[in-house]
């Protein structure tokens, strides 16, 4: 199973201009990319940490600026998104191998689709599960056992592979295996924190990780 942004997308400059322009239009104070993605990496919420606790009428500020972030990212979502070179070429590879195959991801919305494709990968994935289709987000399991329930696996023969310490929790409390990966929102010490069986530069990595015996058994 696979997280979708930073594992297989590169999502993170899109966000970060989105919300730029989102906290701009309303005058509100913004950070820089790397802030950014280390509320995404923790599941934060990015309003509720960034807009100040004493700024005037916040709770309607809030929703408006949420608001305006879901518009612009249901439209540049549809363009500004790319698909990680390797991901295409290792979906093949695991596929040939036997490898079923799901999307667990905690985004949500058109997009989704739309990515997998015009890049061609859609077919790859025996389940894709989004946000929208279950009660609790990451780190809490949800997300992966309503995965495995649709591929009809057990978590003990499944891993699941993020770029974020939240994935990583997800996974060992769904009770499958975890692997993070560099090509996201997180430095290789903040995945270390929750202990994967492995870190990868990318996913460019699996088929040949899933040849050794202690993760292709």
């Given amino acids: 199973m696979f997280d979708l942004d930073g594992t297989l997308v590169d999502s993170m400059d899109c966000y970060h201009a989105v919300f730029i322009d989102a906290f701009t239009h309303f005058g509100l104070p913004v950070c820089d990319k790397a802030e950014l993605m280390s509320y995404m990496r923790h599941g934060r919420n990015i309003l509720e940490h960034v807009i100040p606790e004493d700024w005037p009428d916040r709770e309607a500020t809030t929703e408006k600026c949420r608001k305006m972030f879901r518009e612009l990212w249901e439209e540049r979502s549809l ?12 979906l093949q590879a695991l596929q040939a191998r036997g490898m079923t195959i799901g ?7 058109a997009w989704i689709q739309h990515v997998l494709k015009t890049n061609g990968v859609a077919d790859y994935f025996s389940a894709v599960v989004t946000r ?20 009809e696996r057990e978590p003990g023969r499944s891993v699941y592979v993020g770029d974020s310490p939240i994935d990583i929790l997800a996974a060992k409390s769904a009770g499958a295996r975890s692997i993070g990966v560099l090509s996201g929102a997180s430095d290789r ?14 996913v460019g990595h699996l088929p040949e990780v899933f040849g050794h015996e202690e993760l292709g058994s």
């Avoid at 363009?79 to 290792?90: A, G, N, S, Y």
């Avoid at 999307?103 to 919305?109: D, I, K, M, N, V």
Wanted: net charge negative.
């Fill in 79 to 90: 363009t500004d998104i790319r698909l990680h070179e390797q991901v295409k070429p290792t």
């Fill in 103 to 109: 999307l667990a991801t905690a985004a949500r919305g």
């Fill in 132 to 151: 929208a289709e279950v009660n609790k987000h990451k780190p809490a399991p949800d997300l992966l056992l309503e995965c495995l329930r649709r591929l």
């Fill in 189 to 202: 010490a903040a995945l270390e924190e929750p202990g994967p069986e492995l870190i990868l530069e990318h």
